[in-house]
């Protein structure tokens, strides 16, 4: 594993038995031509030292600099992943044109593309990037179980000095404008007129922080709008929930959705990309426009009125949380990988694991 460095996993990643990683300094996320130029060379460098068969990127401009990096090393078979592609209504059109073109030009250099949602095949075939032909769906894969057997036990409620019958809405989310966290504590806002007695949890941080943190004063919802921080219990977090609320401006597919749908939790969230794949408006949850607060706010006090019907969308979305499991992803991806090698040596069918 090959990343940029600082990441947040990086020292779990290095506790992974048999797992060699590396971080590579130039491999920074915003755009800089003397960086990127030095982490397409470091790159390759290392391919060529390392000579793997199968290179797999992930996220956009690792994913652009990787694949170059892959095929100037001579890489028999890259793979890339689209979580969600770089580009999106929300960028200034100069730097979403750029990435359509450099996600044009690099496709080249692809073997296959790999999607986490039917949406973002739409979406690249839409602008050309590549034929519908060209790209497989696999579902990012999300450990099941432990959200299942997140039962709802009471733990952020006591944690949070709250009474068990509290309402108890939350999002799980970085800080950051992708997931526009401030249009949450607006939906809390509304709420909070109708729904007194409601309280609202935030898990995850990032740059927005002290933003959001702003946007809470000014709304008045101190005590009853909670930063949690980054947490490592999020099933715990996630079972304790009433509802579960995403306020994304544009995703691939938020595995926060198949979380939740396994631990039988209703979702309010922007009907944006992959949403709809997993959040079936009316039947495991309420999915809306962009920016759309009200509407929002609308379903969650809703939801937050009526435990039976919280009870029946949550039960309808646990069975559609399979398609999501990561078992099935890791089988589909090493199905990929084995393929593709057996296509590069001239089998006529994959080699056994």
């Known amino acids: 594993m090959i990343a940029g460095p600082g990441g947040v996993l990086d020292d779990e990643a290095r506790e992974i038995e048999g797992l060699g990683f590396e971080t ?86 692809t073997t296959r593309l790999v999607a986490v949602s039917k949406a973002n095949v739409e979406a690249g075939v839409d602008r050309r990037i590549a034929r519908r032909e060209e790209f497989e769906v696999i579902y990012s894969g999300v450990a099941l179980e432990p959200y299942r057997r997140a039962a709802g036990n009471g733990m952020l409620r006591r944690e949070l000095g709250l009474a068990p019958e509290t309402p108890l809405a939350g999002m799980v989310a970085c800080l950051k404008p992708q997931k526009a966290p401030v249009d949450f504590v607006e939906v809390a806002a509304s709420v909070s007129k109708d729904r007194p007695d409601a309280h609202f949890v935030l898990a995850g941080d990032g740059e927005l922080r002290e933003e959001v943190e702003r946007a809470v004063i000014a709304h008045g919802l101190q005590g009853r709008f909670h930063l949690l921080g980054w947490r490592r219990d999020v099933p715990e977090v996630i079972g304790d929930l009433d509802v579960l609320v995403l306020t994304s401006l544009h995703e691939g597919l ?64 646990r069975p559609r949380a399979e398609a999501w499991d990561i078992d099935l992803m890791v089988r589909k991806q090493e199905e990929l990988y084995l393929s593709e090698i057996a296509k590069c040596v001239g089998l006529e069918e994959a080699p056994n694991r």
């Open 24 to 109: 590579c300094s130039s491999l920074v996320r915003p755009i800089s031509p003397r960086a990127d130029l030095e982490a397409l060379r470091d790159l390759t460098r290392r391919l060529r030292r390392l000579a793997p068969h199968v290179v797999h990127t992930h996220s956009s401009k690792a994913g652009i600099l990787g694949r170059w990096a892959a095929r100037i090393a001579g890489v028999p078979v890259v793979i890339h992943t689209v979580h969600g592609w770089g580009f999106h209504a929300h960028q200034a059109p100069w730097k979403r044109w750029t990435f359509i073109a450099l996600e044009r030009a690099v496709r080249r250099h």
């Open 254 to 317: 938020p595995r926060v959705f198949p979380e939740a749908m396994a631990a039988g939790r209703p979702i309010v969230a922007t009907a944006v990309d992959g949403g709809p794949e997993a959040v079936h408006h009316g039947r495991n949850g309420f999915l809306h426009p962009v920016r759309d607060v009200e509407g929002m706010a609308r379903s969650l006090s809703t939801l937050l009125s009526d435990a039976d019907l919280r009870r029946r969308m949550g039960e309808e979305g």
